[in-house]
């Protein structure tokens, strides 16, 4: 899971660069692992910056005042394979043709496929393990066969459209064509968030791409949208925008995990409130948590897991009647740890994250409400705080069903031996963490939860649950295949020498 965003400014002496380095503040939580930003100024020269680390960390002043120019796309970068590397930080670049510098958020299932395609028949080069690089390329390649000298918005379109044809997966990008403009695309399945939105000022309309909503509330954007799946969205420097469906998929299924954990809570991701889908989140919970335990609900008080769950939480004990405390003070100076990379490093950073407070924990059955059990490693260190801190009883409740499939589409959780509900029943799940109980959301009620807000869209992407890959393209041999080389601490590079035929057949585009 990544943030990325897009903004092209309609007074062309202005800087697009203080806006784009908010936008990556406000994306943060997308994101620990890199950041970057790339501008283009007069005469279409590209000016970039970006490296590992936070987004207050790879920016310095002086380097923000070097990324001139009126329009520009940024990126913060989390590593769904749980590795980091320089190299891999967005956006991405290729200087042929035209200068097209991009970011992505999400991940790519033909990956594989792909880096064949381009090394054995578009004869281009890629330098990282990364998707990102495989999509901008493959869009670089459909345009490099416009042979145009400049190139035309019906030129974008036809590229974006074989694109489309030619990847799967989850995924969401921006790209800005040097001196030309910027790009807005999102897969058919509307996997990935992607919102557009625009701000008047003297000069005329300020156009954004954003993954969330708050960005371009924040920043002063008042009419925004979602980008539909498979649609594209063309802003040139010239303030034109045109807007175009080229793919409609049978199934749209937004990623589910938006609302139960990655989007802040204050933001609006397909016409659907964060915050109002986690309070529904909470009062369904509240049921679960009613028939698990029966006539004898012995427990005292109602803590959060911080932040994330505190919405929900905050819900289910006034559902349920009772008291809701805030018992873990948290360090806002340590990352999310989900998104960390390495198991090690998420273990030792959970208790310098949160701190139990003993007066809430001591001589309590305490329910701690959390938004999901991933791997486990979070809620073992956290129910273990909270008997430390005193408590007699400790009972989990999850927001979001048991985790027991391996995600493909952008968020890290490669196998299925690293999830502790993976062949494991609910009383096993508590025992290997600890708890006296542990309740989980059931999966329609989660659904449900979210779409109530905008019953239009029929499905969601739930496949870590329930195994039901939108895409129709993960079976159990891509799922082995991918956590043999996950287990390896490295991603999957297809040989050279493989079978390109049937490739070549695919990729051509149409005529």
Do not use: W
């Not at 490093?345 to 991933?374: G, P, Q, Y």
């Not at 409740?397 to 499939?405: N, Q």
């Amino acid at each position: 899971m990544c943030g990325i965003s897009a903004l092209i400014l309609a007074d062309h002496g202005a800087s697009a660069c203080p806006d784009l380095f908010e936008s990556l503040g406000l994306l943060q939580h997308r994101g620990q692992d890199a950041a970057g930003i790339v501008t283009s100024g007069p005469k279409g020269r590209l000016y970039q910056c970006k490296g590992n680390g936070m987004v207050r960390d790879v920016f310095s002043e002086s380097q923000l005042a070097g990324l001139v120019g009126s329009l520009g796309i940024g990126h913060v970068r989390y590593p769904t394979a749980g590795s980091s590397s320089t190299s891999e930080a967005q956006p991405f670049y290729v200087n042929s043709p035209y200068g097209i510098t991009f970011a992505h958020n999400g991940n790519l299932t033909n990956a594989d496929e792909l880096r064949v395609y381009l090394d054995k028949i578009a004869h281009r080069h890629i330098n990282t393990d990364s998707d990102s690089e495989l999509l901008l390329n493959i869009l670089a390649n459909n345009l490099q066969k416009t042979g145009k000298f400049r190139i035309n918005e019906e030129d974008i379109f036809t590229a974006i459209k074989d694109l489309h044809c030619q990847v799967r997966g989850g995924y969401a990008c921006v790209a800005m064509v040097a001196g030309y403009g910027i790009i807005g695309i999102r897969d058919p399945h509307g996997i990935r968030p992607l919102i557009m939105g625009r701000r008047q000022n003297p000069a005329g309309y300020d156009y954004m791409f954003s993954s969330e909503s708050i960005v371009l509330e924040s920043l002063g954007f008042t009419d925004y949208e979602d980008v539909k799946p498979g649609e594209a969205v063309i802003i040139t420097q010239g303030g034109h925008v045109s807007r175009r469906q080229l793919v409609v998929a049978e199934k749209i299924a937004p990623c589910i995990f938006e609302y139960v954990y990655f989007a802040r809570q204050d933001s609006v991701i397909d016409g659907i409130s964060v915050y109002d889908a986690r309070l529904s989140m909470g009062e369904a919970l509240a049921d679960q948590v009613t028939r698990s335990f029966g006539k004898d609900l012995d427990i005292d008080v109602v803590i959060p897991v911080p932040d994330t769950s505190r919405v929900a939480a905050l819900e289910l004990s006034r559902k349920l009647n009772i008291i809701y405390r805030e018992g873990f003070n948290k360090n806002r100076y340590v990352g999310r740890t989900f998104i960390m990379p390495g198991q090690q490093t998420r273990r030792k950073n959970v208790r310098r994250k949160l701190n139990a407070m003993t007066l809430e924990f001591h001589d309590k059955n305490v329910l701690l409400v959390d938004d999901s059990i991933v791997r486990g490693t979070t809620s073992k260190e956290i129910i273990q705080m909270a008997r430390d801190a005193g408590a007699k009883k400790v009972y989990f409740a999850s927001c979001a069903p048991p985790i027991r499939y391996p995600n493909v589409y952008g968020i890290d959780m490669p196998t299925r031996q690293e999830l502790v509900a993976h062949e494991r029943n609910i009383e096993q799940v508590a025992e290997e963490i600890g708890a006296d109980k542990v309740i989980y959301q059931e999966l329609d009620d989660l659904v449900q939860s979210v779409r109530r807000f905008n019953t239009s869209i029929q499905t969601f992407d739930t496949s870590v649950f329930d195994k039901h890959y939108v895409t129709g393209d993960i079976d159990d041999r891509y799922l082995a295949q991918l956590e043999g080389v996950r287990s390896e601490g490295t991603k999957s590079r297809l040989s050279i020498d493989s079978d390109c035929v049937g490739l070549y057949n695919s990729f051509q585009t149409k005529p």
